[in-house]
């Protein structure tokens, strides 16, 4: 029957190895390190303002507005309005093509008409979405 010795330098040398692993993991939180902060990150809108491209106070309309439901881009119709409450599989058989879209718009200057597939809204004046219609789920995706 073979016994190894065992040195005290040797596992001093494998417990420091096994430490030093970046895999290891200890249990023990050490404190998280601070992110790096990229130059050409996207900015986000903070609130989605929709409506005429910027109002008195310098706020412009986000361009890329999307649905947490339905995970569509949101199309605007400039100098259009939603003619009444457009039906949901209205939205679903047309979106996003303006021509099948086009029964349910009304010609109005200065309005904007906004749909994803499964909501629409018009504006007037530039308002953020929520103050639109509270039931719509958009946010800014980035630009």
Known sequence: WYQRR???????TDLDSILNDPDFDTGH?????????????????????IGKN??????RSCPNIR???CDCRVVCF?????????????????????????????????SCAYACQCNSTSTQNQNSVNSVNKALKWFCASH
Do not use: H, I
């Not at 065992?6 to 001093?12: E, F, H, I, K």
């Not at 910027?54 to 706020?59: E, L, S, T, V």
């Open 6 to 12: 065992v040195r005290a330098d040797d596992l001093s």
């Open 29 to 49: 939180k050490s404190s998280p390190k601070p992110a790096k902060v990229q130059q050409n990150q996207p900015k986000k809108c903070t609130v989605v303002y």
């Open 54 to 59: 910027k109002n008195n106070f310098g706020q």
């Open 67 to 69: 649905c947490m439901k």
């Open 78 to 110: 400039s100098d259009y309005k939603w003619e009444g409450d457009v039906p949901y599989l209205f939205l679903r058989n047309n979106y996003p093509d303006f021509e099948k879209l086009k029964p349910m718009l009304k010609s109005a200057a200065g």
